[in-house]
């Protein structure tokens, strides 16, 4: 009976005593990897190969400048750009996951549409997953706010704005839109 | 045939002494020692006279002298057993009669069970039957039938009890004599416990109960089961549950053994699996849950010495709520306007992100030996190990890692003694010594929420139980703690200067991590808890209890660290460096009246709490980023002022109907601010009906909760690009949903199989109208309905 409580007295004084003891091993850095970074738009004007990128990140907002009644085909992009020396592509996940995923763009823009584009990426279902569309200026001078949304699992991929998609917001970012 | 044999186990009850002639008055019930049931027709005798329990096992013999006799107590053909009682000096008490199948050699007396833990406060109890009723769900559940006792949830799995409105840090489980430390400090963290591991769970609403700990403002949950004192017996049950609900089942089993050399033993086991739940008009996807737990307890006993080893292990998978992982503020907007969550699909028992993987081991070695005309001392080590993970939904090479993954390690060695030798004046002193770690798996890939931590803490009380007349009790504590915290906490360097902590706290840098610093916060703290009350018993056992306690509690790590996003509430969550303790003094006072016209028992306990320096959480602003906007919350500390009543009625309208009816209602309020606190319980209502006759029990239940209207405006605006158009959207995070109202309906009926009544079918079914409603303490009501109507068969079998 002795014995016992002096074990168990022992016990609890060892282990207040290496508690004491271990110490001065610093945890180590986390650098968050946030896993998209960047979206970058990829404007090419209808009858031209020439490409302008547009690109948002959380220092850095591009604006987007259109011709007036001009056609552009545009591509979305979203990279993991917290390594610099290892970009990683995060819309080729995307694509593979086409069936959870849908990119819808908002506007603001009076006159501006933007529609899936023929070479667009079409889940199995057979509906476009706006990845690459075509956009459509207006004839007149306009300005307003175009903002791409990455939608993680939607309810349903027909709608005309975000409230009738559902689903988690992966990405949602804007762009100052001037058509000149 | 194995005999039917019971045990004989004697509670005194509280003395009252009326100076008179042989008009004493002896009341009680006879009792199930087991599984607290009360014992209908079991005998008393004395002077040839006899008198029979009523079907609540109660008994009142009338015109006694004050002078001891000698009861003779059986029920059905259990050995008779005899015990003698001083009427002078004892008015109530309770008999424990204990059924089990084997032969006994000889008789037990134990006087621990039934208990009151202070003189003061007021004490609920919840039976071996009460808990049978909630196997397949979890204690938060469970303590919802204690009036004052609410619970704060996420989603249907994850309930924390929430005592009097407080919770989480603020609110002691004792796990088997065990201080629980599962990282309570979490609003979305339920306690790693399992219900079935327990025949008797009290709650303590306040912070008398000083030997738990000094910085439980809220209150005490102590669950516990006993290894039996019987001797040469094997005995226990096992029972099944089935619910349409989650179409899953869950499954428990017991043994006890007790050897006739003193030694006994106990070993438990509970097996849960649950799919999807459903609310009335859809799936809710992602909310099974999966949950493994077993216990072993072993030990030795005798009046004068004992010794006890226990281990118990909990493991736990639930699954989140699909829609209330949301990706930014403006998916929070859409669930708020949307009547249906904004992902669903099919039924499916598979659990993906989000979801939480809970562990819990808990091993304990106690002993005691008590000393001839002293008292008793008890020595206990305990070690438990929690391991936490959380997964968020994550992309790319990330996609199975856990978001949060936190080990917390606490080591606990304690030593009482209680002084009894005067059975007037007994004094309680104990020591209590706690070393704590916690540390986060950096493979996470995310910015630890809650940073690495060392913790020490020493506790010293005394408390007492002073008899000051036969009829009035007073009980008196007081505890200090010191509490060294250290912590080593990455801040990000642009965040750090921001908050102005390189004006404040510049010594706390130890190392330069490129965008990081590496703090070393240290915080010492002194704690102090007082209590003090008084206990009157006075015509027929009536009571009046009063309390006054003062308790302090130190900020949690959550408080002082957390520092970044919670997917499930689409916040940013920040802690602060700079908080106090919280200082709470609260007064009690209770009630008790019994037999009011003879059919009626009432029990009113209002209660006043003032505290210094309460922490809460309130949004401060919106931060962009990458996936939209976040609202930034905050913590902030104020002087808060408490005050509610719970009340409790009963009835024996028949000798089959009763009724039982209990109300809570609480207000909270930020002084400083002159507003409401925010996740104060709304009054709520909970009512039963029950029928009993012979061996079929039915009852009807209605749970009413009433609309909040007391709550802070913490709504924000945030810009948006709708419709074509840019919009100023006001962000609805305040209201409270609308009040609702439920019913259930259980029917038991116990059978003969072997030995009398001995086997249980039950069949609930929980929300028969199939109500939509939403809850205001659950945290994805912005998201989803709560759940619809479940059916159940529960199944138990004793042996």
Redesign the interface.
């Known amino acids: 009976m002795n014995i016992l409580k002096n074990l168990i007295l022992g016990a609890g004084v060892t282990l207040l005593f290496s508690a004491c003891g271990s110490d001065d091993d610093l945890p180590e850095v986390i650098n968050e990897e946030e896993t998209i970074t960047t979206v970058k738009l990829n404007f090419t004007e209808a009858g031209s190969s020439e490409t302008k990128t547009v690109v948002w990140t959380e220092n850095k907002i591009d604006a987007i400048t259109l011709k007036a009644d001009t056609n552009y085909q545009v591509s979305i992009q979203f990279l993991d750009e917290s390594d610099p020396n290892a970009v990683n592509n995060i819309t080729e996940e995307v694509i593979a996951e086409k069936d959870e995923h849908l990119v819808y763009f908002n506007s603001t823009v009076k006159g501006l549409s933007i529609k899936s584009a023929a070479n667009d990426v079409i889940d199995s279902n057979g509906v476009a997953i706006n990845i690459i569309t075509t956009w459509q200026s207006p004839v007149t001078i306009e300005s307003g706010i175009v903002t791409a949304f990455l939608i993680h699992e939607p309810l349903t991929k027909v709608g005309t704005e975000r409230n009738d998609f559902g689903g988690e917001t992966d990405i949602e970012v804007s762009f100052d839109v001037k058509v000149e | 045939m194995k005999r039917f044999a019971c045990v004989l186990v004697f509670l005194l009850g509280n003395g009252m002494l009326i100076a008179q002639d042989c008009n004493q008055v002896l009341i009680g019930q006879v009792i199930d020692f087991h599984d607290g049931l009360p014992l209908e027709d079991a005998r008393i005798s004395f002077n040839n006279l006899v008198f029979t329990t009523d079907n609540e096992g109660r008994f009142r013999i009338e015109n006694l002298c004050p002078t001891a006799y000698a009861f003779t107590v059986t029920h059905q053909d259990c050995i008779t057993q005899v015990k003698t009682i001083d009427v002078s000096k004892t008015s109530e008490i309770d008999f424990y009669l204990e059924h089990h199948y084997t032969d006994l050699d000889q008789v037990d007396i134990s006087t621990s069970n039934g208990k009151n833990v202070t003189n003061s406060l007021s004490e609920d109890k919840l039976s071996s039957q009460d808990i049978e009723n909630y196997s397949s769900l979890s204690l938060g559940d469970a303590l919802k039938e204690v009036s004052g006792v609410t619970s704060l949830s996420t989603g249907n799995t994850i309930v924390k009890p929430v005592i009097q409105g407080l919770h989480s840090s603020r609110i002691i489980i004792m796990n088997n004599g065990v201080r629980q430390e599962d990282q309570e400090w979490g609003e979305e963290h339920a306690p790693n416990v399992d219900i079935n591991a327990f025949n008797q769970i009290k709650i303590i609403k306040g912070a008398g109960a000083l030997q738990y700990g000094g910085n439980a403002i809220g209150g005490v949950v102590v669950a516990e089961n006993k290894l039996t004192t019987l001797r040469d017996t094997i005995f226990g049950s096992a029972g099944f549950a089935a619910s349409s609900n989650g179409r899953g089942t869950a499954s428990n089993a017991t043994v006890n053994i007790g050897l006739s050399d003193c030694w006994s033993a106990r070993a438990q086991g509970t097996l849960k699996y649950f799919g999807d739940s459903e609310a009335p008009d859809y799936v809710l996807s992602n909310t099974g849950h999966r949950e493994q737990s077993f216990s072993f307890g072993t030990g030795y006993s005798n009046f004068q010495?004992g010794?006890e080893g226990y281990y118990s292990f909990y493991n736990a998978t639930q699954g989140i709520l699909?829609a209330s992982?949301?990706?930014?503020v403006?998916?929070l907007v859409?669930a708020i306007?949307?009547d249906r969550?904004?992902?669903?699909e099919d039924f499916t028992y598979a659990i993906n992100e989000p979801k939480q993987k809970t562990q819990h081991h808990l091993a304990k070695?106690k002993?005691y030996?008590r000393f001839r005309n002293l008292g008793k001392l008890e020595?206990q080590?305990a070690l438990q190990v929690n391991q936490r993970k959380e997964f968020d939904?994550?992309?790319?090479e990330?996609r199975d890692k856990a978001s949060l993954d936190l080990e917390l390690i606490t080591?606990a060695?304690e030593s009482s003694f209680l002084f009894d030798a005067n059975e007037n004046f007994k004094k309680t002193a104990g020591v209590q010594?706690t070393?704590q770690?916690n540390t986060?798996n950096?493979r996470?890939?995310?910015?630890?929420l809650i940073?690495?931590y060392?913790k020490?803490t020493a506790g010293v009380y005394a408390i007492s139980e002073i008899s000051l007349y036969d009829n009035l009790k007073a009980d008196l504590g007081i505890r200090y703690d010191y509490i060294h915290l250290d912590a080593?906490k990455?801040y990000k360097k642009d965040f750090w200067e921001a908050r102005g902590y390189d004006q404040e706290f510049p010594n706390l840098i130890?190392?330069d991590?490129?965008?990081?610093w590496?703090t070393n916060p240290i915080y010492e703290y002194h704690s102090i808890a007082a209590s003090a009350g008084v206990k009157y018993t006075y015509a027929d056992n009536n009571k009046l209890l009063f309390n006054a306690s003062y308790a302090m509690r130190a900020p949690n790590p959550t408080e002082l660290f957390s520092d970044g996003l919670h997917h499930s509430a689409a916040i940013i969550e920040l802690g602060r460096l700079d908080l106090d303790q919280e200082k709470a003094l609260k007064f009690s006072f209770t009630s008790e009246h019994k037999n009011l016209f003879d059919f009626l028992s009432v029990k009113i306990a209002p209660y006043l709490s003032k505290i210094e320096d309460y922490k809460l959480l309130e949004p401060t602003g919106l931060e962009?980023?990458?996936?939209?906007?976040f609202p930034v919350w905050e913590y902030r500390q104020t002087d808060a002022l408490l005050y509610g009543v719970d009340v409790d009625l009963s009835a024996s309208l028949t000798n089959n109907w009763s009724v039982a009816s209990a109300f809570s209602y609480i207000r909270g309020q930020d002084e400083i601010l002159n507003e409401d606190l925010p996740q104060m319980p709304a009054p709520v209502f909970r009512s039963t009906l029950t029928y009993a006759v012979s061996q079929l029990e039915l009852s009807l239940i209605n749970t009413t909760a009433l609309k909040q209207s007391h709550f802070p405006n913490n709504n924000f605006e945030v810009e948006f690009?709708?419709?074509?158009?840019?919009t100023t959207e006001v962000v609805d995070i305040s209201s409270p949903p609308p009040g609702y109202t439920l019913f259930d309906l259980m029917a038991n009926y116990t059978l003969t199989l072997k030995n009398p009544q001995d086997f249980r079918v039950g069949l609930s079914v929980t929300n028969i109208f199939n109500t939509s409603y939403r809850d205001y303490l659950n945290r994805q009501r912005y998201y989803a309905d709560a759940l619809g109507r479940n059916i159940s068969i529960h199944l138990n079998l004793k042996f």
């Open positions: 010495f010794i699909r992982h949301i990706g930014n403006g998916d859409r306007k949307s969550p904004l992902i669903e070695l002993a030996n020595l080590y939904i994550r992309r790319g990330d080591h060695l010594l070393y770690t986060p950096p996470t890939g995310v910015r630890r940073p690495d060392e020490y080593k990455f130890i190392r991590e490129g965008n990081q590496l962009l980023t990458i996936r939209g906007a690009t709708e419709n074509q158009e840019l």
